[in-house]
């Protein structure tokens, strides 16, 4: 069973950075999207950005400018770079693998934003 595997997780002041990474343990084959999501305490679980297998990204309002997504087809890898960081952005924070055979998620890596 293929699992996905976040790192890149910590604690950061305001105005900090992080690179987050996902990666599959094994191959997944045709993977169309890729995608963060993020969930704060006693809230839902929201969509942070996703990208396509041809490149095209999509960001929630909230941290459009701030964040970006890439992925690593080869490596099947996903990463966000998170920039100026508000303690808002408080979360565990998922990779999801949309892929012909299903879907795959992490279990999550904690972003905590804190002075």
């Known amino acids: 069973q293929v699992q996905l595997v976040e790192s890149g997780g910590g604690l950061v002041q305001p105005g900090g950075s992080l690179r987050l990474s996902c990666a599959a343990s094994?191959?997944?084959?045709?993977?169309?999207?890729m995608g963060w999501y993020r969930q704060a305490p006693g809230k839902q679980r929201e969509l942070v950005a996703t990208?396509?297998?041809?490149?095209?990204?999509n960001y929630a309002e909230s941290v459009k400018g701030r964040f970006t997504i890439s992925r690593d087809n080869a490596k099947n890898t996903l990463y966000l770079q998170v920039n100026s960081l508000k303690p808002a952005d408080t979360a565990v924070y998922c990779c999801?693998?949309?892929?012909?055979?299903?879907?795959?998620w992490g279990r999550g890596t904690q972003v905590t934003v804190s002075s």
């Open positions: 999801e693998f949309d892929a012909r055979r299903g879907t795959y």
């Open positions: 094994g191959t997944i084959a045709r993977i169309n999207r």
């Open positions: 990208i396509t297998s041809g490149g095209s990204t």
